[in-house]
């Protein structure tokens, strides 16, 4: 069964500090693996997509990694900022069937001065 | 480039009231979707376009949902009646293709009330 799990569910940070989150998935044939941010009250905006020959991307303070063999990747957020309070969700890609996108439940980043 | 438009962004009904929310893709984004999200939790696929075919809606409530999307431009999903469990944000996204690559742009979401 295609799933992904994301962890943790939630998360406080002081600002400045480092955070690393996780996210698991079973989808196969794998295509790409995508992080999002949602802001509360908005819609999901992509952050990085990472894809089976990559195994990290840096976007600003995001970094993300990828193990196609474990199937787990991870987005570290380097130096947070009180901007980075939001939903981080986890989306991955098969490469076939009609509905091939499985997302995680996204984990709750909140970040305190 | 104009971003995915929802209206409305807030709706509060009472149960067995029926609500429609509309959605405009980026122009040229052949593939749409509407996702339920509820509160704390990922968004759920509810229905899936492509151009004016619906590719996959195994996962819509068919006895209180429906979706159109006529002419493979905007779209609608409508709930009638509404329940009680219906309350979450109703998100739309589209994307230029139907491949395995493709970013998705969501909409702000309408949020829906039911009392």
């Known amino acids: 069964k295609n799933q992904v799990e994301q962890s943790p569910q939630s998360l406080i940070i002081l600002e400045g500090k480092n955070c690393t989150l996780q996210c698991n998935y079973t989808v196969s044939p794998f295509s790409n693996l995508r992080w999002y941010k949602q802001d509360t009250g908005r819609g999901p905006v992509s952050l990085t997509i990472m894809t089976f020959s990559e195994n990290t991307k840096s976007n600003g303070r995001y970094t993300a990694t990828l193990d196609a063999d474990t199937k787990q990747s991870s987005l570290h957020i380097t130096a947070s900022q009180l901007s980075d309070s939001a939903s981080y969700i986890c989306v991955v890609s098969a490469i076939s069937g009609a509905n091939n996108l499985f997302f995680g439940t996204g984990t709750r980043l909140t970040v305190i001065p | 480039e104009a971003g995915v438009a929802q209206s409305p962004r807030y709706k509060i009904i009472e149960k067995r009231q029926s609500v429609a929310f509309w959605c405009n893709p980026i122009s040229g984004h052949a593939t749409l979707y509407w996702y339920q999200q509820i509160l704390g939790q990922g968004p759920k696929l509810l229905i899936q376009?492509?151009?004016?075919?619906?590719?996959?809606d195994s996962q819509l409530p068919k006895d209180r949902f429906s979706a159109e999307r006529l002419k493979g431009v905007d779209s609608t999903l409508k709930i009638q009646p509404a329940k009680l469990e219906d309350s979450a944000v109703y998100l739309c996204?589209?994307?230029?293709?139907?491949?395995?690559?493709?970013?998705?742009?969501f909409g702000e979401g309408s949020r829906l009330t039911v009392l």
């Open positions: 996204a589209s994307r230029p293709d139907g491949g395995f690559s493709g970013e998705l742009f």
């Open positions: 376009f492509q151009n004016n075919g619906v590719v996959d």
